[in-house]
């Protein structure tokens, strides 16, 4: 998944509370996205970065680094979501189109994720 927002939005909050739930990091702060071979989008980490992640008011933390991924969800943490059952979106990253989610700023936003990723989302 491809986390967006401006710095200090809590992206590297979501992304540690999600790997918290088992998942892992491709990368943080800085993000290299490429479309692959397949024509496919990629994801992946510069090296000088690989395997670390910031949390605010603890330091630099060491991850097990992982990637290149295929991300298949986009969240923008700058856009506050205000529908209940927010409508279907989409997002276009070097022509490959990913699901978009908006910030719903509640504490059940990673595990709400990780069901979506998991389940997938029916359509009101």
């Known amino acids: ?30 993000t290299l996205v490429y479309v692959g071979a397949d024509g ?6 510069p090296a000088a970065i690989a395997g670390l992640i910031e949390a605010r008011g603890v330091g630099l933390l060491e991850a097990r680094p992982t990637g290149p991924a295929a991300p298949c969800l986009a969240v923008a943490l700058d856009r506050p979501e205000t529908e209940r059952l927010p409508p279907k979106r989409c997002v ?24 979506y990723l998991k389940a997938g989302r029916r359509e009101p």
């Open 92 to 115: 276009t990253y070097l022509g490959c189109s990913l699901p978009l989610l908006h910030n719903i700023g509640t504490g059940h936003f990673a595990p709400a994720i990780l069901q």
């Open 1 to 30: 998944m491809l986390i967006t927002g401006p710095s200090g939005s809590g992206k590297s909050a979501l992304a540690l509370e999600l790997m918290a739930y088992g998942c892992d990091l491709v990368a943080d702060d800085r």
């Open 40 to 45: 496919g989008l990629r994801a992946t980490c």
